[in-house]
């Protein structure tokens, strides 16, 4: 009888725990529905604001971005597209249009009213037609940690009032109309990580300093003069390339975590710094269309330690002044572009093994004064290598069929010249 008593209250006690944790349960959803029901709405004066931002904007023909702005809609914050807000009905993130390679995106221009969206932390602004400048106003909004506005035909200077954004972590201006110069006060901002004003139409130098915290850096294809100032040695990413800079290159050696360096395209002089061939994290190298002169790292290879390059690597140091014997320290190179210097004596067996062995697929050393390129016997060039040797002091057997059209037709330089060079070289 004792038995079947305690059996009973053992049930009856496991029944009981099992209703109290479902009804535990339930008071939780119905806390979590009724907390849903119960956020704020929208805040009228962000509701006011992005109507007036819909009416400065229009869908480009083939876009339905705005479709579901309807402003009587009783929850805006989870019917508009493109709107996030926080739990107290602010808009926190604004981005204008898809970004969908079928959505054409939006025209128009960029309302001031933007800088009532006050607890705005991102604004984005993906391809489109939109025209006009960029509303200063923005610098009110001290809480912006991303701003992008890229690929549109947004005209005017860069804002001043941006150096007002402590913490603005990307900024990504690329691919518009801008003018003027960069402001210094960008560029020192305090949370900047990422800095992107490439292919628009900026004068000027750069700034002498820049945010300790930079990592990315891009300013290609601007109008952008003067030599390169102090960087960050933080900086992963580096593009200059394609604008009016010159002198020397030796602000890049204190760049030690570099993994992305372009310069191409510039009138930068002297040297290159020897540094960046002992980087192991630099696999992309264009110094490419500058006057640079010197030689190549004469440092000699120890056969223990790894040579620069490896898999996906690309150095293009083409059309400069570099002159001397090519040494080993590149042979590792998947990529390299040699072309167009003044680099002469007989290409080192390490760059012949590298190709034949298929971990340099591409080498370019077409127009210079190199005097040999000693095959092995019974050696097959792979096809998927692309080899040029053409237009140097030699009669190439391979490295011709793959030369690009810009190497001319002439397999060798005229006699002439390599003995005015070899002459001149052995006289310096």
Known sequence: MDGIFLLFIQQWLTITCHLFFFFLLLFSVNSAVSSFQQRPKISGVDLAALSVIKDSLTDIPGSRFFSTWDFSSPDPCSSFTGVTCGFDGR???LSLGTGLSVSPGLAGSLSPALSNLTQLTQLILFPGLVTGPI???????TGLRVIS???NRLTGPLPSSFSSLPFLHTLDLSSNRLTGSIPPALTKL????????SSNELTGELPATMSAQLLHLDLRKNKIKGPLPGLPSTLRYLSVSENSM???????????????????????SGPVPTSLFFNPSLTSLFLQRNNLSGGLPSIKVDPSVQSYGGEGSVVDLSHNSITGEITPWLAGVETLYLNNNRLMGSVPEEYIKSVYDGTTTTLYLQHNYLSGFPLTQGFTLPDTVSLCLSYN???PEVGILACPVSAGRQPSRPQSQCSVFSHRGSSD
Request: glycine letters at 4%; a negative charge.
């Open 393 to 395: 002091c030699m009669e």
């Open 91 to 93: 808009v926190t993130v």
């Open 149 to 151: 506005l890229t690929n």
């Open 246 to 268: 010159w002198g020397p290159l030796n602000a890049l050696d204190s760049l030690s975590e570099l993994v992305y360096l372009d310069v191409s395209m510039n009138q930068f």
């Open 135 to 141: 509303p200063p106003q923005l610098g009110q909004l």
């Open 190 to 197: 305090p949370s900047l990580k990422v800095l992107v004003l």
